[in-house]
């Protein structure tokens, strides 16, 4: 009989995409092991885990939201009700073992399991470990590590450093730069900037994109740009009859774009900075402010500190983002350094590393 696995948690491509290479990754050395995701109602996961191929259950539970406290009413009955279906959805399925990727529905899940004696495993993707995986790290068997020095966070007996797993169609991309522009019906004569906002959109990072896009066309560059949902309708008028841009909410193909980009303007979530490690891209980061402990911000900044990248504060993203790009356009020197620095710090295989090690303990 095969094993089974619970991998829960969702919310962003952040967690959803790692998660979905690590369950890749298993069924790759046991075909025999059955997998079960668990996510929220409601996000992203639930759709993105069905098209990957795997089988979902949702909870009713919702995080603390920091800007509006009123909507925090309900979510002492949300906890206890997830809680209720966590402990039916276990019960039922009887995992060998639970994996966490952080995100609303992690928690309840491997607490759960931790109280039932289950075997429990936590990815960490960011620099600055989130508050839920610190308390479940005290009894988790093992704690996958994107970087060194989590010993602040986690027993450090338990830390194994693998990176963060990066989609195989990003990791094992063979798409040449010429596809890449071909499929975004752009020049291949031009430089091409890729702007992306993470999975669900960054208004700061657009507003700037809007504001200065003559500009940046008139400099000869060309731009792909992932506007997330809430923006797309504008980007749409704005980009109507220009040509040397491409806009839309969102790109399934992520391997096209960076296949195509000479630079990316993005946020710094930690699979975004591992996708471009592994795609060794020139990078200008605009860290989300409103991250947990301001994780995105620590996450550009230490790749700035090895000079792996150029990072600009989202409270000045108008006046400098797009003038930085243009900037370090006209610099082939400053772009190859940018390039070899960054792909230096690329780990590919995480998700393997990740898969071995979860087998080999269960």
Excluded at 9 to 17: Q, S
Excluded at 237 to 265: C, L, P, S
Excluded at 272 to 289: D, G, N, R, S
Aim: with cysteine.
């Amino acid at each position: 009989m095969g094993k089974k696995v619970i991998i829960a948690g969702g919310g962003t491509g952040g967690h959803i995409f790692p998660a979905i290479a690590i369950a890749n990754a298993l069924k790759k050395k046991d075909s025999t092991i059955e997998i079960l995701f668990v996510g929220a109602k409601g996000k992203m996961e639930m759709e993105k885990v069905p098209q990957a191929g795997y089988k979902i259950e949702g909870l009713d539970i919702a995080g603390f939201n920091r800007s509006s406290l009123i909507k925090n009413i309900g979510l002492p009955f949300k906890l206890v009700k997830s809680f209720f279906q966590v402990r039916k959805i276990v019960n039922r399925f009887q995992p060998d073992v639970a994996i966490g990727v952080g995100g609303y529905s992690s928690f309840p899940v491997l607490r759960y399991a931790q109280a039932k004696g289950i075997p429990t495993f936590i990815h960490e993707s960011n620099s600055f470990a989130g508050k839920s995986n610190i308390l479940l790290g005290k009894k988790a068997t093992r704690v996958f590590a994107a970087t060194d020095g989590m010993e602040k966070f986690f027993p450090a007996e338990k830390i194994i450093i693998t990176g963060n797993p990066v989609r195989e169609s990003i990791s094992r991309s063979m798409i040449t730069k010429e596809e890449g522009l071909k499929f975004f019906s752009l020049n291949e004569n031009r430089k091409t900037v890729f702007v992306v906002g993470g999975s669900l959109g960054a208004k700061s990072i657009n507003e700037a994109i809007d504001k200065h896009l003559d500009e940046l066309l008139n400099t000869g560059l060309q731009v792909i740009w992932q506007t997330g949902k809430p923006y797309a309708e504008k980007a749409k008028q704005r980009v109507a009859g220009k040509t040397g841009i491409w806009a839309n909410d969102f790109i399934t193909k992520m391997e096209y774009a960076y296949a195509a980009a000479d630079m990316v303007i993005a946020r710094s979530g930690a699979m975004t900075v591992a996708e471009l490690c592994v795609v060794k891209k020139p990078v200008l980061f605009i860290p989300y402010p409103f991250a947990a402990e301001d994780h995105q911000t620590v996450n550009a900044q230490s790749l700035v500190n090895k000079g792996a990248a150029l990072m600009v504060k989202d409270n000045e993203v108008t006046e400098k983002a797009v003038a930085t790009i243009i900037e370090l356009s006209k610099d082939e020197k400053r772009q190859k350094e940018l390039e070899k620095n960054i792909g230096s710090l690329a780990i590919a295989n995480a998700d393997e590393l990740i898969a071995d090690k979860i087998i080999e303990l269960i």
